[in-house]
T-cell receptor
């Protein structure tokens, strides 16, 4: 079984709808991240969480919110989806014990289309 | 200027060729560097870390040039299975936490 899972894998929705993307991990890592990937751009950090009580904004958090329900679960919400939020969304985890050399482990991604 | 810049490619090479990618970064205080590989429509996966002294993993060699602020990836004896997008990733020193800046990637296509 995959260590980092994301649901749904694909989603098509309409402008104005509320969408939740879910991420679960079995790696036992404290740190979890949400990124989006757009063609021609690198992955950009939306939000990150270093433990259950810690939530931090990334570089592009506007229009998004997150919830860290447990060490293993980190969900991303789009309160009112808009077309420019169409992208590939990745969840990732890393091990806090390794400091700056953390490897990030990515989920398989959620392809979101907002019409 | 982007924090991490890469030539998007694509680099089209025959099997067996040697190919090199470069990546430049803007933050001179950056601490750690990585190459991730991303197959089409898949998640990125760590290929290798890049150390100051350079490092090699089989057919892959990574080099870091701090003075010129670039890192490189050399692939020898290219295989069809090397076809992918290679992401240059930099960990800048910022607030004492692990944040990664991703380049947009360089696409490699290896053909028979």
């Amino acid at each position: 079984d995959a260590d980092v899972t994301q649901t749904p894998r694909n989603r098509i929705t309409k402008t104005g709808k509320r969408i939740m993307l879910e991420c679960s991990q079995t790696k036992g890592h404290d740190r979890m991240y949400w990124y989006r990937q757009d063609p021609g751009l690198g992955l950009r950090l939306i939000y990150y969480s270093f433990d259950v009580k810690d939530i931090n904004k990334g570089e592009i958090s506007d229009g998004y919110s997150v919830s860290r329900q447990a060490q293993a679960k980190f969900s991303l919400s789009l309160e009112s989806a808009i077309p420019n939020q169409t992208a590939l969304y990745f969840c990732a985890t890393s091990d806090s014990d390794r400091g700056f050399t953390d490897t990030q482990y990515f989920g398989p991604g959620t392809r979101l289309t907002v019409l | 200027r982007k924090e991490v810049e890469q030539d998007p490619g694509p680099f089209n090479v025959p099997e067996g060729a040697t190919v090199a990618f470069n990546c430049t970064y803007s933050n001179s205080a950056s601490q750690s560097f990585f190459w991730y590989r991303q197959d089409c429509r898949k998640e990125p996966k760590l290929l290798m870390s890049v150390y100051s002294s350079g490092n090699e993993d089989g057919r892959f060699t990574a080099q870091l040039n701090r003075a010129s602020q670039y890192i490189s990836l050399l692939i020898r004896d290219s295989k069809l299975s090397d076809s992918a997008t290679y992401l240059c990733v930099v960990n800048p020193v910022s607030g004492g936490y692990n944040k990664l800046i991703f380049g947009a990637g360089t696409r490699l296509a290896v053909h028979p």
